[in-house]
């Protein structure tokens, strides 16, 4: 995957995590940074839970919890999704 392809793979990954993440907090888009750990948005295990199992329906790609707990950023989740599924793959919508 060239470096283009890789950053328009995370770009489309972290839209899409906004969105769902944005669903599952029942906030706008707008209000999900994306360099902002998950955690001090509002995600607490339960949110984590339902994150981490809607990502694996549609990626394939298992999140353990502890990837939305503490420290990671949703830009660490998409980079991480972008790196393990073809960017292909990553027309998500």
């Known amino acids: 995957m060239t470096a283009r392809t890789r950053?328009?793979?995370e770009q489309s990954a972290c839209a899409w995590l906004r969105r769902l993440v944005?669903?599952?907090?029942?906030?706008?888009e707008d209000e999900v940074a994306t360099d902002q750990p998950l955690g001090e948005l509002g995600i607490d295990s339960l949110t984590a839970a339902e994150l981490s199992v809607?990502?694996?329906e549609c990626t394939g790609v298992n999140v353990p919890l502890e990837g939305f707990l503490g420290r990671?950023?949703?830009?660490?989740?998409a980079s991480e999704l972008a790196r393990q599924v073809p960017?292909?793959?990553?027309d998500l919508r």
């Open 72 to 77: 990671h950023t949703l830009a660490d989740v």
């Open 7 to 9: 950053d328009t793979a």
């Open 87 to 90: 960017a292909t793959d990553l």
């Open 54 to 56: 809607d990502i694996e």
């Open 22 to 28: 944005a669903r599952l907090l029942d906030i706008d």
